[in-house]
């Protein structure tokens, strides 16, 4: 008689030549640091995409470890991402972990000061910003300026 036998441990991350922990980091403007923990029955590298976002702690090792990855703050209006490609000594196994970060907030007006005549009269600015605003008049017999809040970009 001749038969198959199911492997549960086929499938258990601890059996397996090469497991990460995460697949994917998410940090803020501020910048962030976390710990990536590697399953590994081989050696293995480390290659990084993103070397101005962040760093890591190694690039290479013999077996399991713990790799610290540490994105640095950014002050770019636009978000970032870079990836971690982690590949067996054998090279038949292959890991990425993705990472993501936020864009800082900003928020820019099209003038610095509106010169008005003595008349009066309806001016318009534009804000750019990536983030919730408040508008508010220091005297409000001088200047009402709506709306008073916003999102975006957008005139008042």
């Not at 499938?11 to 990536?36: E, F, R, S, W, Y």
Request: glycine share 8%; net charge negative.
């Amino acid at each position: 008689m001749f038969g198959c036998k199911d492997n549960p441990d086929v499938n258990n991350p601890q059996n397996q030549p090469l497991a990460l922990d995460v697949d994917a980091i998410n940090a803020p403007a501020a910048g962030d640091t976390h710990a990536v923990e590697i399953k590994s029955n081989y050696p293995w590298t480390a290659a990084v995409a993103g070397t101005k976002m962040f760093s890591v702690s190694t690039t290479s090792g013999d077996g399991d470890a713990t790799m610290i990855v540490t994105v640095r703050p950014t002050t770019e209006e636009n978000e970032r991402t870079g990836s971690i490609t982690i590949r067996s000594a054998f090279g038949n196994e292959v890991a990425t972990i993705n990472i993501h970060q936020d864009a800082a907030p900003f928020l820019k007006l099209e003038y610095k000061m509106i010169d008005a005549s003595f008349e009066g009269g309806e001016y318009y600015m534009l804000v750019s910003s990536n983030c919730n605003w408040t508008t508010e008049s220091s005297n409000t017999a001088v200047a009402i300026v709506t709306p008073s809040s916003g999102q975006g970009t957008g005139f008042i």
